[in-house]
Structure formats: C-alpha cells, structure tokens
C-alpha cells in the first residue's frame, strides 16, 4: 500500500470545486484531506467534489475520514459529490449508507453537470 500521492484541488465549474484522490486514504490521509478540503472551499463554493478515479485502497479509517468531511460540509452548508469509485467501493459506500449522503455520479462530467 502506498500512501496518497497527490490531494490536487481544481475548480468543477462556477460553484464546485474537485479534490483528486490518488493512492490510499487511511489515518495517514487525514492531514492533507483536511487542507484540501479548506483549500477546495476558500472561493467559497457549495459543492465538492471527489474524484477517487485514482484511488488504490481505502480501509476504515479512510471512510471515517469522509464521515469527518460529511459532517465539516453539513455544518458549512456544503454538499459533498464522488465519482470514479471502482464497484468494490461503490458496495463499500451502500453498505455504509455513505451514498445517502455523499451523491455518487457515474463520471466527471455526470459530476459537474450535476
């Protein structure tokens, strides 16, 4: 397992902003998710989206981790997106019950048109 390579922050159009996800999310991921997350929301936008296209593993601890950002997001006004998830993860988000609260879109564009 290697450790998240890169949280690279983009702009997803006029009112959302996308984190690119690439390697693992676990405990060690917390740091800089957290600054992406403050990064992604400083111009001020409702939306974040998560692209996990690049995403190599995830344990528990990654998934408490987006609980973490749900709960930072809800408290802003802010809704939070995912798209690129495998079918593994896709399952590990509905047996969670995370795509109750985090919007899974099929792709990017799904994503920012959404």
Request: proline share 0%; aromatic share 4%; glycine share 8%.
């Given at each position: 397992m290697s450790e998240v390579q890169q949280l690279a922050v983009r702009s997803g159009g006029t009112n959302a902003s996308i984190i690119d996800v690439r390697g693992d999310v676990t405990a060690?991921?917390?740091a800089?998710?957290?600054d992406a997350y403050t990064h992604?929301?400083?111009s001020g936008v409702r939306t974040v989206l998560l692209d996990f296209s690049g995403l190599d593993y995830m344990n528990?601890?990654?998934i408490g981790l987006l609980v973490t950002l749900?709960?930072?997001a809800?408290?802003?006004g802010q809704r939070i997106g995912a798209f690129?998830?495998?079918a593994h993860y896709r399952d590990i988000f509905e047996l969670t019950r995370l795509d109750e609260a985090i919007h899974?879109?099929?792709d990017e564009a799904a994503a920012t048109a959404g």
């Open positions: 060690a991921t917390e800089a998710l957290m992604a929301t400083a528990s601890s990654g749900l709960i930072r809800n408290r802003q690129g998830l495998n899974i879109y099929d």
